[in-house]
């Protein structure tokens, strides 16, 4: 890990800051418990504090940010883990209300998701439980980093978890007690030696718009059977967007909002809806 910590150093960044007291760090993730990336993440994470792992129980990718109303959830620990870890019968969600109100012995500092298998870009940041996790903290007043390893399917024999918990590493130390309220980082991370990491840039949240969303699949009844799936071609992505940081070989650090509300057309709806309704005298 020191090799990889010191890939990251080279990148011009600011030094490093003492944390002072421990701070208590709960992860988890969407992939599930048993996923290699959120054992690495976990690992690297100790180097800071007591960290707490609440995990699904299985693979809960593309979730969302469903909380279970309905029915009860369990959490259960799991045995020979290097940290305390938790399996969770509900989904990523859930598992950051069950790691901050009970899991976590006290309220966490902070909350780490990944290291989800498969970048989290573009419009894909709305159907993602890693980052659904991320945004559930910073309701409750947790700082939160969402991270991925940006796999591609298909291509990649290794999977270079270590270059995303190191970055993941870089980014608590630094960025803990500096984020705003409402907002958290979304990182994605090349399947990379850290050696062969570009650098790393700051963007905005790209488009990813998909071709051939429906696959028809055979069926034995009446219906018509499909699966949603899609095809997005790189070379679209626009100037200064995750997309294109990753595309090109960069780690991509975006901040994200949890506050929805689209600023340049506010005062656009208020001149023309508000005067309108005015009564007339």
């Not at 109303?69 to 369990?74: E, I």
């Not at 409402?182 to 071709?211: C, D, H």
Request: net charge negative; glycine share 10%.
């Amino acid at each position: 890990m020191a090799g990889v910590l010191g890939a990251f150093g080279d990148l011009g960044s600011t030094p490093r800051v003492d944390l002072g007291a421990a701070v208590r760090i709960l992860v988890t993730n969407d992939d599930g418990v048993e996923s290699p990336g959120i054992v690495h993440l976990a690992e690297a994470l100790r180097q800071l504090g007591e960290v707490t792992v609440v995990a699904p129980d299985g693979d809960r990718s593309a979730i969302s940010h469903r909380v279970t109303f309905s029915d009860p959830v369990s959490i259960s620990p799991v045995v020979g883990r290097s940290v305390p870890t938790f399996s969770c019968s509900g989904t990523p969600a859930d598992c950051v209300v069950l790691g901050a109100y009970e899991a976590c012995g006290g309220f966490p500092g902070l909350l780490v998701s990944g290291i989800n298998r498969g970048a989290n870009l573009g419009d894909d940041i709305n159907y993602s439980g890693t980052v659904a996790a991320a945004i559930e903290a910073s309701i409750i007043g947790i700082p939160s980093i969402a991270v991925s390893l940006a796999i591609r399917w298909g291509e990649d024999a290794e999977f270079h978890w270590d270059t995303a918990s190191a970055l993941a590493l870089r980014l608590v130390r630094e960025w803990r007690t500096r984020l705003p309220e409402t907002s958290f980082l979304n990182v994605n991370v090349p399947n990379v030696p850290a050696q062969e990491l570009r650098g790393i840039r700051v963007t905005r949240q790209g488009r990813k718009r998909y071709q051939e969303r429906l696959q028809q699949v055979p069926s034995s009844g009446t219906a018509a059977t499909f699966r949603i799936r899609g095809t997005y071609d790189f070379r679209s992505a626009r100037p200064g967007t995750d997309l294109e940081a990753i595309r090109e070989g960069y780690a991509s650090i975006t901040p994200v909002s949890i506050d929805r509300t689209d600023e340049p057309l506010l005062p656009l709806l208020r001149d023309e809806l508000e005067e309108k309704a005015r009564p007339r005298l």
